[in-house]
Nanobody, 127 residues
Framework: QVPLVESGGGSVQAGGSLRLSCAASRYTRSTYYYMGWFRQAPGKEREGVAAIYTGSGGTYYADSVKGRFTVSLDKAKDTVLLEMKNLKPEDTATYYC???????????????????WGRGTQVTVSE
């Protein structure tokens, strides 16, 4: 059973919006995980986009998405959400949900520390 399952990707025009969901019941019911959203475009390294701490609800964002993306927890549905607005062509990538226990987390938006990963969902933004 895959512990993290992303959904909600798709194709939109620049300026449009998408909402990604990550089914994550194994983690959202805990109070000591960082849940991260990462993306990887062809030929590029995986980069951290946003993260949220399941305990305090504290959020973290990459500079490139601040003011446009919002990460949140829906504990009633055991999901981690990523609301994306004013999308740009450079946001095109495969988006992944990931989890790491707080004790093992180094850089909150650093992919290397995250232990569990979903399979990803594609987001394509056209001009």
């Amino acid at each position: 059973q895959v512990p993290l399952v992303e959904s909600g990707g798709g194709s939109v025009q620049a300026g449009g919006s998408l909402r990604l969901s990550c089914a994550a019941s194994r983690y959202t019911r805990s109070t000591y995980y960082y849940m991260g959203w990462f993306r990887q475009a062809p030929g590029k390294e995986r980069e951290g986009v946003a993260a949220i701490y399941t305990g305090s609800g504290g959020t973290y964002y990459a500079d490139s998405v601040k003011g446009r993306f919002t990460v949140s927890l829906d504990k009633a549905k055991d999901t981690v959400l990523l609301e994306m607005k004013n999308l740009k062509p450079e946001d095109t990538a495969t988006y992944y949900c990931a989890a790491v226990p707080a004790w093992a987390a180094g850089k909150v938006l650093g992919a290397a520390d995250y232990q569990d990963w979903g399979r990803g969902t594609q987001v394509t933004v056209s001009e």
